[in-house]
């Protein structure tokens, strides 16, 4: 299957799930094309025309954008500014933010407003359909003339047949795959270094996968809060429709509709309990929950309004016949919302070690530490230690970093947004609550068994989850090596 640009469509979240899903390749429709070629048509034809310089075209970069350079010189002056720019370090970039960046790089190209060649966006899309992946390394970006440092490492092999890739899993020399390939280093034209530079694809890849993760995420949440809360023998009562109309927050009216759904047929659910209320862990789980669907579901707007527009710079509009310096390639719309996310995503994980350590507290009939003779066995006690360690992490990542700046450029830049770190912070938390949530599956798993051995059952979608789950996680009876269930119970949930 092929997906084709198109700039009359919008690029949403759902779809790009599904170019990943279905792993398609990628095509430029014929109106992506006559855009890009109309753009760079017209570009040539202001550079011939106009004698005051225009910045990125005619001039130096940044602090540099007084200094003029001669029509012989425009072609290295782009190629300098790739190879200078190419400074990441590091940890590497995953492959699956690197295709994304590929990805994101041709979608804002096709809107035909930034001077590319159509050769060169071919190349990116050639690089996303081949499994050429640069290497390109997370440290370097501050997020402010677009992300200049990691999009270079990105374009630097991609464009000029400099550096290393992955190719098909493999790392290699990119000099290789074009020789293998036929292909040549393409010679930039007048502002192509600045397009493929200036931009925001870093950052907004980052964003989409952590988006991604975060729906994910969200979903098995709700999942796992009500595994936990029949196998703490819970109350439904807080879940009640009625009860969330009279504050209807729509992320709190979705978390508990999907906790009643999940808890249909229950006869754990539904029998007499002695207790009055429950921990705040689970009887506000729809408030905590619930509010972070809300950030979720705002960020994705922003982020979706970020994939479907020009960020590089300067802007060329042939049909204004206007080529206008501005700010497009900054950070700040992004840092911000990363950082909300962030921040949501943590509290989903928090809140979650906190059910697993109310399941292993020898409350409400099940054992201390969800083993049948602790003491000899310690049970479920560390997991709960990893659990709040990585919690604890998450916490510490949350700090913002949109609320900073560090000057660069001689100033000229002189207010950053740090939107490269608020995405590669926010990476790291989606991850965290993941395992945290594997762990605190693995947990109300165990705590679920007890509470079959006394003849009692969940609802029939609780049982049917459980019961793949043991297909990957067994009952633990006496102490066992625990990380090898903690890391099944992760690809568990990475697999439905």
């Not at 590091?90 to 990805?103: C, I, K, Q, S, Y």
């Not at 982020?303 to 479907?308: G, L, M």
């Not at 770190?421 to 945290?436: D, G, I, L, Q, S």
């Not at 009692?456 to 990957?472: F, G, H, N, T, W």
Request: hydrophobic share 40%; aromatic share 8%.
């Amino acid at each position: 299957m092929t997906y084709t640009f198109n700039p009359e469509e919008k690029l949403t979240l759902a779809k790009i799930q599904e170019i990943i899903d279905k792993k398609m390749t990628l095509a430029l429709g014929d109106e992506a094309k006559r855009r890009i070629e109309k753009c760079r048509n017209y570009l040539n034809h202001k550079m011939e025309s106009q004698k005051e310089p225009i910045y990125g075209v005619t001039t130096g970069f940044g602090s540099l954008c007084n200094i003029s350079i001669s029509k012989e010189q425009l072609s290295q002056l782009q190629k300098n500014l790739v190879m200078s720019h190419a400074c990441g370090v590091g940890d590497e970039v995953p492959a699956e933010v690197v295709r994304l960046m590929l990805l994101l790089k041709a979608q804002n190209f096709c809107f035909g407003y930034s001077g590319a060649q159509l050769q060169t966006v071919q190349r990116l899309i050639d690089c996303y359909n081949d499994d050429v992946l640069p290497v390109v390394y997370q440290q370097g970006s501050l997020g402010a003339s677009g992300d200049l440092c990691p999009l270079a490492n990105l374009m630097l092999p991609a464009i000029l047949g400099m550096g290393d890739v992955y190719w098909h899993g493999r790392r290699c020399d990119v000099k290789e795959v074009y020789q293998a390939k036929g292909w040549q280093p393409i010679e930039l034209q007048s502002k192509e270094g600045l397009a493929l530079l200036n931009g925001t694809q870093f950052m907004s890849s980052y964003a989409v996968w952590s988006l991604l993760k975060a729906m994910r995420l969200s979903r098995q949440s709700d999942m796992i809060l009500s595994l936990s809360l029949d196998a703490f023998d819970g109350r439904i009562e807080p879940f009640y429709e009625c009860l969330h109309m009279v504050r209807p927050h729509k992320g709190q009216l979705e978390t508990a509709e999907a906790v009643r759904c999940w808890l249909e047929g229950s006869e754990l659910i539904k029998r007499h309990k002695e207790h009055v209320q429950d921990p705040y862990s689970f009887r506000c789980a729809p408030q905590v929950h619930g509010a972070a669907k809300d950030t979720i579901r705002y960020v994705a707007s922003v982020v979706e309004t970020e994939i479907n527009s020009t960020t590089d710079n300067p802007i060329v509009l042939p049909d204004e016949d206007m080529v206008i310096s501005g700010g497009h390639f900054h950070g700040e719309p992004l840092a911000m919302v990363l950082d909300f996310l962030a921040i949501a995503v943590a509290e989903l994980g928090a809140i979650s070690e906190r059910r697993t350590y109310q399941l292993i507290d020898a409350k409400r009939g099940l054992p201390s530490f969800l083993v049948a003779k602790p003491g000899l066995n310690s049970g479920f006690m560390i997991p709960q230690y990893a659990a709040a360690a990585i919690v604890s992490q998450s916490k510490q990542l949350c700090t913002p970093c949109s609320v900073d700046s560090i000057p660069s450029s001689q100033n000229q830049e002189d207010l950053v947004s740090m939107g490269g770190n608020a995405a590669t912070k926010c990476y790291r938390v989606c991850e965290n609550t993941e395992r945290v949530l594997a762990i605190e599956l693995f947990n109300a798993a165990q705590a679920l068994d007890f509470r079959h051995q006394a003849g009692l059952k969940s609802s029939p979608k609780i049982e049917q989850m459980v019961a793949d789950y043991r297909k990957c996680v067994n009952f633990v009876d006496i102490d066992e090596v625990m990380y090898r269930h903690i890391h099944a119970s992760v690809r568990f949930l990475q697999e439905m």
